[in-house]
């Protein structure tokens, strides 16, 4: 619970009224003022489209600092994790709050190999998908479509219920996910396997064949595995938000992570890593990068820099920095260190950031802007790329909608709006009308 330090008043000059508002302060980051008691005490709403000043929740999972370009999980500052730990310590860190002992963590992933596979008759939904459906509307559809298999674990009230629910949707999501790229191909799907890790179980379901043995390569486990941390969690972004109001209302939690796939899938949240390939491939070239500044610029048009900008980072995104280096590692590992794309996008990188443009706005690489480049290098396709950051971020839904669940004062989210449409006026029957 935050504390409350002061409080800040706020009087309308016109009645006189007045109202206090406590300030709240966390551990770090700006204080929030209290307006709860506002629109009581004074008949006003507060208006912040697009929520840019907005604290709709208290929180201990995550932190940022957009200015000076940290991001902390539960305290532990990405970088670190990035080169110390796993994909699943990390979702125990995010889940539970703190490291995992040893034997914590082998039992953690011990529950969630438990849960990789799918329920036979949910694996055949996929059927029910034309070929060229985009993996993420197939997996919006099966992750919601989970609620009608686990009945028995559903009441959000109940801690052991909760628990069991993390651990399936957390297994299940990589088993999904490579079922609608297998469905997307016309191969079989592959069953998990148990006895690999959770980044290179994925890549043995997305690219293993019934006919012949898959060879993994370690490089694309380590790479998978490190964009898998690095997209885990981040704190109140449009999918963790939509995953957090969609559960404030007592849906069933399959209902609130669908909600999240969904709103991940814009080209302004996730849906921007496969975005920036198609941009990459549009641009072509180094000689065409000003021409596509410039219609970036366009404020007539609609194109943008695509992987550029961030409402919070205001000066670089820590997780652009280490895909950066992740990609110098894997593209020269797999010997493909002259990839067109890469060199492309660094000269982009390049140019943008000395563009008047791009530096007066605060405009810098994010996290997808170099995503992409080895998403293809490990052979998976542009169309699955936001599905690769769900199977990531499912681990930090999961961790929010905990919170909120747990949290004895939640309350239904439900935004308040200034109303500019017409006032009151009279039905006109339709023969009077125009
Ligand atoms: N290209 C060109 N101009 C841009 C870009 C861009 N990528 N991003 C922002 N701007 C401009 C805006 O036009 C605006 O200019 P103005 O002040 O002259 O009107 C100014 O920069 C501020 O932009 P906003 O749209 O107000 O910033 P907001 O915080 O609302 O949006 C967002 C952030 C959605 C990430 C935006 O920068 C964007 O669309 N980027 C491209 C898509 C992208 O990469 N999304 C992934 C984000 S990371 C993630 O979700 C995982």
């Known amino acids: 619970m935050s504390g409350k330090t002061e409080t800040f008043e706020l009087r309308d000059g016109a009645s006189g009224r007045s109202s206090q508002l406590p300030v709240r302060t966390g551990t770090i980051g700006p204080a929030a003022l209290d307006i709860a008691g506002l629109h009581k005490d004074l008949d006003v709403f507060t208006y912040d489209p697009g929520f840019g000043a907005t604290a709709a929740t208290e929180s201990r999972i995550t932190y940022i ?28 860190l995010l889940l539970l709050g703190e490291l995992p002992t040893s034997r914590q963590l ?4 011990g529950n969630i190999r438990y849960h990789t596979m799918l329920n036979e008759t949910l694996l055949r939904f996929f059927n029910g998908f034309h070929h060229n459906a985009h993996p993420m509307a197939m997996v919006s559809a099966v992750v919601a479509s989970m609620s009608a298999f686990y009945h028995d674990t559903m009441d959000i009230h109940n801690p052991r ?13 990589p088993t999904i996910a490579a079922a609608a790229h297998k469905h997307s191909l016309g191969q079989p799907f592959i069953y998990p396997r148990n006895e690999l890790d959770y980044a290179a179980n994925l890549l043995h379901m997305l ?6 043995a898959y060879k993994l390569d370690p490089i694309a486990s380590e790479a998978l595995d490190l964009l ?34 969904s709103a991940l899938w814009g080209p302004a ?25 410039a219609m970036a ?22 997780r652009a920095q280490i895909i950066r280096a992740m990609c110098h590692k894997v593209l020269a590992r797999l010997g493909r260190a002259d990839n067109p794309l890469f060199e492309l996008a660094l000269r982009l990188e390049e140019i943008a950031l000395k563009d008047e443009y791009f530096v007066s706005r605060k405009l810098y690489p994010n996290v997808d802007f170099y995503s992409g480049v080895i998403y293809s290098a490990i052979g998976i396709p542009r169309s699955m790329f936001t599905v690769m950051f769900a199977v990531a971020r499912t681990v930090g839904w999961v961790a929010h909608w905990q919170e909120m669940i747990s949290d004895p004062g939640m309350r239904i989210g439900r935004p ?14 339709i023969a009077r009308r125009g």
Not at 106 to 109: A, D, G, K, L, V
Not at 207 to 212: L, N, Y
Not at 306 to 312: A, D, Q, W
């Open 65 to 92: 600092d957009g200015d000076a370009g940290v991001l902390l999980y539960r305290g532990y500052p990405i970088e670190q994790l990035a080169e110390k730990s796993s994909f699943m310590e990390v979702a125990y």
């Open 106 to 109: 082998e039992e953690f992933t």
């Open 161 to 173: 219920h909760r628990e069991i629910f993390s651990h399936r949707i957390i297994a299940k999501l």
């Open 207 to 212: 690219f293993a064949v019934p006919c012949e």
């Open 228 to 261: 898998f941390i690095l997209h885990a969690d981040h704190e109140q972004n449009a999918s963790t938000s939509t995953v957090r109001l969609a559960g404030s209302t007592g849906a069933n939690p399959y209902a609130a992570i669908s909600a999240g796939v």
């Open 269 to 293: 949240h996730g849906g921007a890593n496969e975005a920036v390939l198609a941009m990459l491939e549009q641009i072509g070239s180094v000689d065409h990068i000003p021409k596509h500044l």
């Open 297 to 318: 610029k366009d404020k007539s048009g609609h194109f943008r820099l695509m992987g550029f900008g961030h409402r919070v980072y205001k000066n670089f995104d820590p």
């Open 416 to 429: 308040r709006q200034l109303y500019t449409g017409a006032t009151r006026r009279e039905y006109l029957e």
